[in-house]
């Protein structure tokens, strides 16, 4: 599926729940879905424009008074619900794996190697706290009245989200002993600058 449906899929998905603004449905996006997918300002509003011109959704003056909510409030229309099980059901391509950390360490024979284990113990820290914030938020869930036919889907995420957490943490320590067993990652010079 291409970056631009998985968008659309996105801006469709968060309508579904509700009618909203394109400024809080970008907040929606980034509070509900945060945890394992991230839409800019950037492609949300051409996303919305897109969509609104095929006829997904439409677009109606929001009444401050009246909703308390201001600008623009886009509403999903009947095609935008079917265009949204379309994309539901379309394959998707597992993501290309994009890791900052892992790029780093694979050339970290050319840094000192307490700067490698800072980066280690960062992720350690980060991973733990993230575990920790998917326990909070699966509680929160399974308070959720529609837990029954809505929330144990979203459960699903949450999970998925613990699980390489709980490995992101596991694999840390473990990096972490392996640099330390090979005597802190410090070979010979001349090693080192190959």
């Known amino acids: 599926m291409a970056r ?47 969509l609104e011109e095929a006829g997904l959704v439409e677009r109606e003056r929001g009444d401050e008074r009246a909703t308390g909510r201001s ?42 190697p307490a700067l490698v284990r800072t980066w280690l113990t960062e992720a350690l820290v980060g991973a733990e706290r993230a575990c920790e914030r998917y326990d909070e938020l699966r509680a929160e869930i399974e308070r959720e009245p529609d837990f ?17 957490a709980r490995a992101r943490a596991d694999w840390a320590r473990e990096a972490l002993e392996l640099l330390e067993a090979a005597g802190g990652g410090r070979g010979p010079r001349a090693d080192r600058d190959r």
Request: aromatic share 10%.
């Open 4 to 50: 631009t449906s998985q968008t659309q899929l996105a801006v469709l998905g968060a309508l579904s729940i509700e009618p909203m603004t394109g400024y809080r449905l970008r907040a929606e996006i980034v509070q509900t879905l945060g945890h394992f997918w991230r839409e800019s300002f950037g492609q949300v509003y051409p996303a919305l424009s897109t």
């Open 148 to 164: 029954a036919t809505r929330g144990v889907f979203r459960l699903l995420t949450v999970s998925a989200g613990r699980h390489a």
């Open 71 to 112: 600008g623009n409030v886009f509403r999903l229309t009947a095609a935008g619900r079917e265009r949204l099980r379309e994309l539901l059901a379309e394959p998707f391509q597992p993501p290309t794996p994009r890791d900052p950390l892992l790029l780093r360490l694979f050339f970290g024979h050319h840094v000192d």
